[in-house]
């Protein structure tokens, strides 16, 4: 089978799409991923991908093509750009592409008018489209502060309804993006399905190994924006008692660290909080196997909040025992996994008398983490993951053989 994945991000970048188009390529199809330049680490394009060089590679499999691009940079002015580059460029190549797919995969992040190029290949072609909506728009604008009587989220919820329309399957990467959906702009349940992200298998190398240390290391890992709330973690930390051996690590980049580094030393936590800032993949191993608890927050009070973030499952596979302050579906599986302790989102004071606990009980805490390591084996795999998303691209395909369009 002739699939096209369409994902802005790919390898060397690293996300998870990396993973799911090498295991298709293993499976025997032959798999052509359409993808931008590599400028989402470091927001420059490295040097090697300037001046159209590499712009097409194969990788375990899979063939690369890269489009033009600007680079991401800072700023909301650049990444505007940066998303809009993607979509054109995509748009010109899927429409003049002799590459006829019998699937179209759009692995849609932020904006959804990533999946545009998609969408133009299935109107050329008429293959099917399965869209795997990682990011909820227009919804996802909130966490930039603009709200849903801003002119552009009206715009984008117009763009957004048309493209998830537009897909002849939606997977979704969290349960509360289906009533989102389904309410917010009058998608179809049935066109719907639950499909959580695997974690990477690096994870097995570290699972459930913990190290003695004088403190007790708490990991924050990933991205550092307003949707994670990284405040409620800093101001937890401001909470501990003077004598408290819990030491927080924050590894990992985002819109919001040179604030939260401000406000670090604004309260005096230097001793107490340490930012790493973004990391190659792998350095993470190490960061994983000297932590003694991981820790996840988020925003409350919109659907962005209430989502399973994609380090969940990660955290999961390190088998170490997890502290959260989020609502929605974090508090779900963690309640279904026994891996922890969660406290509503925001509860700054909740969450340092958690972690207080956690620290105080390690033996019982770390028997939670081992529960999350048994729970991610029977959820969150790559193996698990491939056998749900080869039933959905079973059932388009054969949908599309019987209503004969092609």
Not at 99 to 105: E, G, I, T, W, Y
Not at 239 to 244: F, K, N, Y
Request: net charge positive.
């Amino acid at each position: 089978m002739n699939i096209l994945v369409v994902s802005q991000y790919f390898y060397p970048e690293n996300f998870r799409i990396n993973d799911v188009a090498a295991a298709l390529a293993e499976q025997g199809h032959r798999v052509k991923v359409l993808t931008g330049l590599p400028d989402y680490a470091s927001s420059k394009v490295p040097r090697e991908y300037r001046f159209f060089r590499r712009r097409r590679e194969s990788w375990n499999g899979v063939e690369i093509v890269r489009v033009p691009t600007l680079s991401r940079r800072r700023g909301m002015l650049c990444r505007a750009l940066n998303y809009a580059s993607f979509a054109v460029s995509g748009m010109l190549y899927a429409r003049m592409c002799r590459f006829r797919a019998d699937l179209v995969l759009s692995y849609q992040t932020s904006p959804v008018l990533q999946a545009l190029p998609a969408l133009s290949h299935k109107k050329r072609t008429g293959a099917p489209l399965l869209l795997y909506c990682c990011d909820l728009w227009p919804e996802s604008l909130k966490a930039w502060g603009i709200g849903e009587n801003h002119l552009l989220f009206r715009l984008m919820k117009g763009w957004s309804r048309w493209i998830y329309r537009g897909a002849d399957r939606l997977a979704v990467t969290s349960a509360p993006f289906v009533e989102y959906l389904e309410r917010e702009l009058g998608l179809p349940r049935e066109r719907m399905t639950y499909l959580p992200q695997h974690a990477e298998d690096w994870f097995s190398s570290v699972c459930c190994r913990f190290e003695d240390h004088d403190t007790v290391n708490c990991l924050f890992a990933g991205n550092i924006g307003a949707v994670q709330n990284v405040d409620c973690l800093l101001e937890a930390a401001s909470q501990l008692p003077e004598d408290s051996r819990l030491r927080l690590q924050i590894v990992g980049d985002g819109s919001e660290l040179p604030r939260l580094r401000r406000l670090s030393e604004e309260w005096g936590l230097q001793n107490r909080v340490t930012f790493y800032g973004a990391r190659p993949a792998q350095d993470m191993p190490d960061f994983y196997r000297q932590a003694d608890i991981l820790v996840l927050t988020l925003r409350g009070g919109d659907f962005i909040g209430q989502t399973l973030p994609a380090k969940f499952q990660g955290y999961l596979g390190a088998g170490k025992p997890v502290a959260a302050a989020a609502d929605g579906a974090v508090p779900l599986e963690m309640t279904a996994a026994d891996c922890g302790i969660c406290v509503p989102a925001g509860d700054a004071q909740g969450l340092a008398a958690a972690l207080e606990k956690m620290a105080a009980c390690p033996e019982l805490y770390r028997e939670k983490g081992r529960k999350g390591r048994r729970y991610f084996e029977e959820h969150f795999t790559l193996r698990q993951f491939m056998e749900r998303l080869d039933e959905l691209i079973r059932q388009l395909t054969e949908a599309d053989e019987g209503t004969g369009k092609r």
